[in-house]
Each structure stands twice: as C-alpha cells, then as structure tokens.
Nanobody, 124 residues
Framework: QVQLVDSGGGLVQAGDSLRLTCAGQ????????LGWFRQAPGKEREFVAA????????EFRSSVKGRFTLSRDEAKDIVSLKMNNLKPEDTGVYYC?????????????????WGQGTQVTVSA
C-alpha cells in the first residue's frame, strides 16, 4: 500500500489549463500503476486516465482524449495529469489512485490507495 498526495486543482475559466500531481507521501509510487478519477457533485466517480508502471501505456476516457496528457517523472517520483482546454464539464474533485492491478485500475474497483482529492472548477 502507499499513501498518496494529490494536488494542483483550482478555479479556472474554460479553455485554461491545470496540472495535477500525485506523489507518495512517504513511499515511492514506482511500483504502482497510477490513475486519476473524478467526481462531480451528484454524480458517480468516473475514470479519467491511467498510466502503467513502465510509463509507456496510457488510457484516457474519450471525453478528455486530445486535451489531457499523463506522465511519470521517475526522478521526482510523481505522476502528472496535464489538463488543457478545460471545459465546465471537467469540474469535479480529482483523485489519484494506485494499484498493482491494471485491469482493476481501469475499472476503478478494488483500489485501496487513494489521494485525498483536489478540486477542479471550470467556469464557463
């Protein structure tokens, strides 16, 4: 298990960009697949993006493809979600998640390690 700290959220206007980061609080995230999920008010949590342990395989939900990028920085031991051309429908609390099971990460189930969440608000 690993304790995660996610950060970087904020209030922006449509079309702006934000970078969210996820790091291990005391432990390395090197040995985990990492993902981002978001939850808007009144809605269920949904998958946003994931990157595998090697940093070579990435998956994105269709609505963010072409706008969001995901990368791992081994030197800093962080994962970054760069969000460009943000839209009001991207608003929500974004959570980082870590797991050693890729399939579970993409499904968003049986994940024990989550960040505390960071709020992203995009105004029209």
């Amino acid at each position: 298990q690993v304790q995660l700290v996610d950060s970087g959220g904020g209030l922006v206007q449509a079309g702006d960009s934000l970078r969210l980061t996820c790091a291990g609080q005391e432990d390395s995230i090197d040995n985990f697949h990492l993902g981002w999920f978001r939850q808007a008010p009144g809605k269920e949590r949904e998958f946003v993006a994931a990157i595998d342990i090697s940093g070579t395989v990435r998956e994105f939900r269709s609505s963010v493809k072409g706008r969001f990028t995901l990368s791992r920085d081994e030197a800093k031991d962080i994962v970054s979600l760069k969000m460009n051309n943000l839209k009001p429908e991207d608003t929500g609390v974004y959570y980082c998640a870590a797991t050693t099971n890729w399939a579970q990460l993409l499904r968003g189930d049986h994940i024990d390690d989550w960040g505390q969440g960071t709020q992203v608000t995009v105004s029209a």
